[in-house]
């Protein structure tokens, strides 16, 4: 028993497509990128594409750059802060007492 579907296992518009169909394709450039880790990644570019200055690695998610011997830093990666840290960061100990006696004389009705 076959079933009524003659073109089994293809679909309309499968089958290969080339350059006749898509037309030409662009002039490439590859182009090697390094990153801290020493990972080499070479991203392809148009001819007369603008190449960065850094690419991000697919490795590493480190920021590469096209010169093997200096590649660029990895990112600073600042620890978690507390609200209280950043406010450490905006006033001194003086500030935080004066703050402190003068929230308390108001709680205590002396203002």
């Keep these: 028993m076959a079933s009524g579907n003659a073109i089994r296992g293809s679909r309309v518009g499968a089958g290969p497509m080339g350059e006749a169909e898509r037309g030409e394709s662009a002039p490439r450039l590859r182009v090697s990128f390094w990153c801290s880790n020493g990972h080499e990644t070479q991203p392809s570019f148009a001819s007369d594409a603008q190449v960065p200055d850094t690419w991000d690695c697919p490795r590493c998610g480190f920021p590469a750059g096209q010169d093997q011997d200096n590649p ?10 507390t609200h209280l840290a950043y406010v450490r960061e ?17 709680l205590r009705g002396e203002i």
């Design 72 to 81: 660029p830093d990895p990112p600073r990666t600042e620890p978690y802060k």
């Design 90 to 106: 905006r006033r001194s100990d003086a500030d935080g007492e004066a703050i402190l006696a003068e929230a308390l004389a108001k």
